[in-house]
């Protein structure tokens, strides 16, 4: 915190709340009095002070005090208060509801105050956090770097005469810096390194109630390095150590990772019904937040195939509708998280990093040289995104007009003319044409698992003759010939009625009677020369434009 010294009186107060744990709502006693003391003096700096303290004690209210806090913080006119207030923003976003997106935001408003900061703590508390990012998103090489800068930087000042308050954030930072460069370790399967790490940290760690949390993060790690190394009954003990200080703090994050790989132990123990019982856990809790971690999404592919197994199709059906949801979740998630930290972080990183060198060097023509490649190279990807963008258009408005043309597909002369010149006797025509219409007006084509060989026996007919008809007068094999009205059936349903506008690609698929969504996104692009993902954006945007028009 930037704020640790100020008046005796709020020093004092405190002091006398600082004794209570987190999310200790009697902590308020002190803090409402430190709150109303500091607006009667327009003392914003404490003020920006009381409203951070409040995030910590406060058990239903975090959110709106760190507004407040940075109301504060913005009255003070100092930059790093109004950092830090972001920065308490973005962790409460990440750490009590685990939103990467709004926290994300929160921690490139932080870095843009902070940018000529002075105060290091807060600068390496920032990059702390951008880094618990990165490793979500599985950067797991460039959030180790970053990890080992804070690392460096934490421990660096353990050592040093300072207030006790000061020391102990310090603390904290290292410990949980150690705890994410070991998560990185995991994902990146250097299992040694991030071993001799979490001996390290639980040998080192204060045995006191403040770094209980930590402790159950080094816990869970040793868990799940023991799983690896097949050491079921260890990683089970350790696991279990880790549960109660996370439950303490409701960190559902963690606590969905410890119960897959439960699960995961119990398996390779043989215990299915224990197995079953964590991965349902792991369930519950995305049910309740709508979160999870990427690598826990395996949860539901053991569950899947559990229920596969033993032949309940209704639990195995219920889980792949969580996977499906699952991946919708993470997918979001990755696609606004890489690009914001990239476009928001990255290249601010690099054009601080160009000006550093420009000052160094005024003469260099090195950079004007980049400069001029990147240039050329953005040029032609901007080239190629609006070809792109046209051909897509183009490719949208045919569609578009195939859907609301609704022609007859072949003339009657055209018909009778197949009629005269087919090898098939005309009885045999006769049935068939009738048959085939039946077929698509109930949408036969939808159920999944259609097979020429049934549709044979179901129009009274042999597999030789529906094979020649499709031949003459369909102009396909069977499989296309399905997968066409099924396609077609798709992008009608989609641009006609709003309920399927609000599907997900993986679920129009599986309503179309297609087993997953590559083979229909495919047999889309191939049939109409655009996604059906892109297809669905469009049609949304066209409709969002005709409100705001009306």
Not at 112 to 118: A, G, Q, R, T, W
Not at 325 to 330: N, R, T
Not at 364 to 390: A, D, H, P, Q, T
Not at 423 to 444: P, Q
């Given at each position: 915190m930037s704020s640790f010294y100020g008046q005796d009186f709020y020093s004092e107060l405190r002091k006398k709340y600082w004794e209570y744990e987190e999310n200790d709502d009697k902590a308020f006693n002190y803090i409402n009095l430190y709150i109303t003391t500091a607006k009667k003096q327009k003392n914003y700096s404490e003020l920006f002070q009381a409203y951070d303290d409040a995030i910590r004690f406060s058990s239903q209210n975090k959110l709106k005090y760190a507004d407040s806090a940075i109301a504060a913080a913005k009255l003070s006119g100092n930059n790093d208060l109004i950092g830090n207030a972001y920065l308490g923003k973005g962790t409460v976003y990440y750490f009590?509801?685990?939103?990467?997106?709004?926290?994300?935001?929160?921690?490139?408003?932080?870095?843009?105050?902070?940018?000529?900061?002075?105060?290091?703590?807060?600068?390496?508390?920032?990059?702390?956090?951008?880094?618990?990012v990165k490793s979500y998103?599985?950067?797991?090489?460039?959030?180790?770097?970053?990890?080992?800068?804070?690392?460096?930087?934490?421990?660096?000042?353990?050592?040093?005469?300072?207030?006790?308050?000061?020391?102990?954030?310090?603390?904290?930072?290292?410990?949980?810096?150690?705890?994410?460069?070991?998560?990185?370790?995991?994902?990146?399967?250097?299992?040694?390194?991030?071993?001799?790490?979490?001996?390290?940290?639980?040998?080192?760690?204060?045995?006191?109630?403040?770094?209980?949390?930590?402790?159950?993060?080094?816990?869970?790690?040793?868990?799940?390095?023991?799983?690896?190394?097949?050491?079921?009954?260890?990683?089970?003990?350790?696991?279990?150590?880790?549960?109660s200080g996370l439950k303490k703090v409701n960190d559902f994050s963690w606590s969905s990772v410890v119960y897959f790989y439960l699960g995961q132990s119990h398996s390779k123990k043989g215990n299915t019904g224990k197995s079953l019982e964590n991965y349902r856990k792991v369930d519950s809790i995305f049910n309740k937040y709508s979160y999870i971690i990427p690598?826990?999404?395996?949860?539901?592919?053991?569950?899947?195939?559990?229920?596969?197994?033993?032949?309940?199709?209704?639990?195995?059906?219920?889980?792949?509708?969580?996977?499906?949801?699952?991946?919708?979740?993470?997918?979001?998630?990755?696609?606004?998280?890489?690009?914001?930290?990239?476009?928001?972080?990255?290249?601010?990183?690099?054009?601080?990093?160009?000006?550093?060198?420009?000052?160094?060097?005024?003469?260099?023509?090195?950079?004007?040289?980049?400069?001029?490649?990147?240039?050329?190279?953005?040029?032609?990807?901007?080239?190629?995104?609006?070809?792109?963008?046209?051909?897509?258009?183009?490719k949208y408005d045919h569609l578009i007009h195939e859907i609301n043309s609704s022609k007859v597909?072949?003339?009657?002369?055209?018909?009778?003319?197949?009629?005269?010149?087919?090898?098939?006797?005309?009885?045999?025509?006769?049935?068939?044409?009738?048959?085939?219409?039946?077929?698509?007006?109930?949408?036969?084509?939808?159920?999944?698992?259609?097979?020429?060989g049934r549709l044979a026996i179901e129009f009274e007919t042999n597999a030789t003759y529906l094979s020649q008809f499709m031949n003459e007068f369909k102009e396909s094999n069977f499989n296309t010939y399905i997968n066409k009205l099924r396609i077609k059936y798709a992008a009608d349903q989609i641009y006609r009625h709003k309920d399927w506008r609000k599907y997900s690609v993986e679920d129009i698929a599986i309503a179309c009677g297609f087993s997953n969504r590559q083979s229909f996104s495919n047999f889309f692009y191939e049939q109409n020369g655009i996604r059906p993902a892109e297809f669905l954006k469009r049609v949304r945007e066209e409709v969002m434009v005709e409100k705001i028009a009306d």
């Open positions: 009590t509801y685990r939103k990467f997106q709004p926290a994300l935001n929160e921690y490139l408003k932080a870095d843009k105050y902070l940018l000529y900061s002075n105060d290091y703590f807060l600068k390496y508390q920032n990059l702390y956090h951008i880094g618990v998103l599985g950067y797991y090489k460039e959030a180790s770097e970053i990890f080992i800068k804070c690392i460096k930087f934490f421990e660096s000042n353990l050592q040093k005469d300072v207030h006790p308050n000061i020391l102990f954030n310090n603390r904290r930072g290292y410990y949980n810096s150690l705890h994410q460069l070991i998560v990185c370790y995991q994902g990146l399967k250097q299992f040694q390194a991030a071993e001799l790490l979490i001996n390290k940290a639980l040998k080192n760690i204060p045995d006191e109630a403040e770094f209980f949390q930590e402790k159950s993060y080094f816990y869970k790690s040793l868990g799940v390095n023991d799983f690896y190394f097949k050491r079921y009954d260890n990683s089970l003990y350790n696991l279990q150590r880790s549960l690598e826990v999404r395996n949860n539901y592919e053991e569950l899947i195939n559990h229920y596969k197994q033993s032949k309940n199709p209704q639990k195995e059906l219920y889980y792949t509708k969580q996977l499906l949801k699952v991946d919708s979740v993470l997918s979001y998630d990755f696609k606004y998280l890489s690009n914001k930290i990239h476009k928001d972080y990255e290249t601010k990183t690099l054009l601080a990093a160009k000006a550093q060198l420009e000052k160094k060097n005024s003469t260099s023509n090195i950079l004007l040289i980049i400069s001029v490649l990147l240039s050329g190279i953005l040029i032609c990807m901007v080239l190629y995104w609006f070809r792109r963008k046209i051909e897509i258009q183009k597909e072949e003339t009657v002369s055209n018909t009778s003319a197949r009629e005269k010149n087919s090898k098939l006797d005309s009885g045999v025509v006769s049935n068939l044409n009738k048959k085939f219409a039946e077929f698509e007006k109930n949408k036969g084509f939808l159920e999944k698992g259609v097979t020429a």
